[in-house]
T-cell receptor, first 118, second 112 residues
């Protein structure tokens, strides 16, 4: 089955640090990937849509300069939380939408990254 | 703006019960609806996907129904087991977009 690998699974760092999270589709190509954020007891909220070879599309209220997204290949998207602060502590999850010939499949999700900023 | 609601937020039942999980959405113009399972500290596992033209989907002990006009979906779990304990999320997409709008989820605990 389609697998999405997300790394790291858990990060603890000091305030002001920049943190990079990777999302890889292991056995399929994905022109489009998605980044979600989930606060405790809340819904997953879409932060941005990552498009290979072009700029990401950010949802309203998400700071593009704070959450840098790079989708340099058909199997890798990265999210960098720049100058992270305690309020950025959350659970970040990526998903990948398979390209053809598997485009009829739904998005496949990574296992998430727990980010804790001290 | 589409809003997805799941009530109740939590449910605790003894093993063996048949369960019905509810999901409602405010805008009936959806493209599809998915039910996911999320284990603590983990990502999402897709359980069932229902296209807007479909009424239901089945997989093993799971059955999901969709009534688009009334903005409702139900996930039916037959003969619940402790291994079914998890948070169940409902999400919808709307035409032309892959964006998923999620409910807050329902935390299910099945007691042995």
């Amino acid at each position: 089955g389609a697998v999405v690998s997300q790394h790291p699974s858990w990060v603890i760092c000091k305030s002001g640090t920049s943190v990079k999270i990777e999302c890889r589709s292991l056995d399929f190509q994905a022109t489009t990937m998605f980044w979600y954020r989930q606060f405790p007891k809340q819904s997953l909220m879409l932060m941005a849509t990552s498009n290979e070879g072009s700029k990401a599309t950010y949802e309203q209220g998400v700071e593009k300069d704070k959450f840098l997204i790079n989708h340099a290949s058909l199997t890798l998207s990265t999210l960098t939380v720049t100058s992270a602060h305690p309020e950025d502590s959350s659970f970040y999850i990526c998903s990948a939408k398979p390209d053809r010939p598997y485009s009829n499949q739904p998005q496949h999700f990574g296992d998430g990254t727990r980010l804790s900023i001290l | 703006k589409q809003e997805v609601t799941q009530i109740p937020a939590a449910l605790s039942v003894p093993e063996g019960e048949n369960l019905v999980l509810n999901c409602s959405f405010t805008d009936s113009a959806i493209y599809n609806l998915q039910w996911f399972r999320q284990d603590p500290g983990k990502g999402l596992t897709s359980l069932l996907l229902i296209q807007s033209s479909q009424r239901e989907q089945t997989s093993g002990r799971l059955n999901a129904s969709l009534d688009k006009s009334s903005g409702r979906s139900t996930l039916y779990i037959a003969a619940s087991q402790p291994g079914d304990s998890a948070t169940y999320l409902c999400a919808v997409t709307q035409g032309g977009s892959e964006k998923l709008v999620f409910g807050k989820g329902m935390k299910l605990t099945v007691n042995p």
